[in-house]
């Protein structure tokens, strides 16, 4: 299962994701990500992944579609170092 709030404030907008980035939640993911991109109106869009507990191969394809669009990332230790390995994966532009 896989929690996803938006939170909105004045200088920020915080898509929060919670529980399992697995199928078939990687649609929704990608839907709401889209739609609070479109809305900033000139704030900072973060992808709070902080409470994420398992991360699929697609939600890892997820994650790496966000870091090629310089989604910008709150996360704990262990997210942090999946991003990281995710990072190290990309292909070079």
């Known amino acids: ?10 200088r920020r907008c915080r898509l929060v994701l919670e529980g399992m980035l ?3 939640w990687i649609a929704e993911v990608i839907s709401e990500y889209t739609k609070a991109k479109g809305q900033l109106e000139g704030r ?3 992808i709070d992944i902080t409470n994420l507990s398992a991360v699929s191969p ?4 997820v994650l790496l579609l966000l870091l090629d669009d310089n ?6 230790v262990f997210m942090k170092e999946v991003l990281k390995q ?8």
């Open 86 to 93: 995710l990072a190290s994966r990309r292909q070079p532009k």
């Open 1 to 10: 299962m896989l929690k996803i709030s938006v939170v909105e404030g004045p």
């Open 44 to 46: 900072e869009l973060v």
């Open 22 to 24: 697995i199928e078939p």
């Open 71 to 76: 989604a910008k990332f709150l996360s704990g």
């Open 58 to 61: 697609a939600g890892e394809s």
